[in-house]
Structures are given as C-alpha cells and as structure tokens.
C-alpha cells in the first residue's frame, strides 16, 4: 500500500491552561490514503476540532508524528508549515470566510497571490474554478450579494484553485438550509469522484454519511477499529 496522504502516528495534544492541563488528544492514529473522502464524526468537545487543526497544520502535536504528502511536520519551521499548508491543503470552513469588501472572482483568486502567481494567471484559474462550480455569472458579486450556498461554492471554489492535494471542510453545511446543505455535499461527492482527497468534520451523522469512510471521535480518542485506512 502506497504512503497514506494524512498520516497521524500516536499524536497527543495537550493544552495548558494555567496549572491545569487539559488533554485534547490521546494517542491518536489515523490513516487517510490520496483519493479518500473521510468524515470526522464527534460531538462538541470531542476533540475533532483540535484533529482538524492538527491535520491542517494550523497547530502541532504536543506529542507522536504527522506526516503530509510525505513530509514529516515536526521538521518544518513555521515558515515552511505555512508554505507546505498553502501548497497541500484548500479549506473550506462552515462560516465561509470571504472577504466582504471584494467580489467573488478577487476572494477565490487571493491564495494564489500568497504563491507568487501572476494577476493575469490569478484570475483566469478563479473564473476556471467558479465556471466549474456553476458560478460563472456571479464573479463580480459580492458575498452579500450570494445566498449563503453560493458563497460556500466560492469558499470551495476558492480551496480548489491551488490544486491541493487535500481539502480540509470544518461543519461546511452548517450555516446552510437543509437544501443548500444537500448541494454542498452533492458537490464535495463530485470532486471526490474526480480523484480529490476531502477530509470533512462534522458532527451531524447524516452529513458525515455523504463520505466514504468514517472516524468516531470521542474525548479524544479514536474509536476502535477506525485507525488504518
């Protein structure tokens, strides 16, 4: 079998909180292999967001190894870790983070900014991205202008548009109406069909059924029988 995408071996993480430590994470292990559509099922406090965070790089393990696409995390500095999760991973979070002030074409096209890539190149990939996702009539609106299902495919179109090896989605149906809702996952079903990896948290078991595989988590262990891919 082929290295595993995501690779958490024996992570902990522990959080400090004046004398008293609080254990979001106890020795977890997971497997995610490239071409997998995963859900991250648990309730509130759970300890999915800190396996969110970590899997994201926007945290380090207190404890135990992670490895993406083949690169073990704990040997980046902080400049590296920013490189390697803007090159690897696209989020997309349940409250959408668009900037308000700027039109839909501008909010997908600004990870490539970070990348160096040129205006011109920016904004022919983003109107790429938002033509996919049925939104090619709407790039000059701005997210005030979208119902809240348009401005989660141009937060997703927005996680496309470096071609990342992984797409992190945090409760990406949250804020939406149950319609809405069943159009974002009908969607994250069609990019996993064309080969994406999608990694998404949830608490919600009719959400997280949308996914090929699931991983319970609760007080923030792995359920047993859930650690290899």
Do not use: W
């Not at 500095?77 to 959408?96: C, H, K, M, N, T």
């Not at 205006?119 to 090619?136: I, N, Q, S």
Request: proline share 3%.
């Amino acid at each position: 079998m082929t290295e595993p995408l995501v690779h958490l071996q024996h992570v902990s993480r522990v959080y400090e909180m004046g004398r008293l430590q609080v254990v979001a994470l106890r020795d977890v292990d997971v497997a995610i292999q490239s071409g997998e559509f995963v859900a991250v099922l648990g309730p509130s406090g759970s300890g999915k967001s800190t396996l969110m965070h970590i899997v994201g790089c926007l945290d380090r393990p207190t404890s135990g190894q992670y490895t993406l696409a083949g690169t073990p995390v704990a040997a980046l500095d902080d400049d590296r870790l920013a490189a390697l999760r803007s090159r690897a991973i696209g989020f997309v979070f349940q409250s959408y983070n668009l900037l308000a002030r700027t039109n839909a074409l501008e909010n997908v096209a600004a990870p490539l900014l970070y990348q160096g890539v040129s205006r011109r190149e920016r904004y022919r990939r983003a109107r790429a991205a938002l033509e996919r996702l049925g939104l090619g009539d709407r790039v000059d609106h701005s997210p005030a202008e979208l119902s809240g299902g348009q401005q989660q495919r141009v937060a997703i179109a927005r996680a496309l548009v470096t071609d990342p090896a992984l797409i992190l989605a945090d409760e990406p149906t949250g804020n939406l109406a149950s319609d809405q809702g069943a159009e974002v996952l009908s969607l994250f079903r069609e990019l996993h069909s064309a080969g994406r990896t999608i990694v998404l948290i949830t608490h919600d078991q009719e959400v997280a059924a949308a996914a090929g595989r699931q991983i319970h988590i609760r007080d923030g262990s792995i359920a047993a029988g859930e650690i290899a891919a």
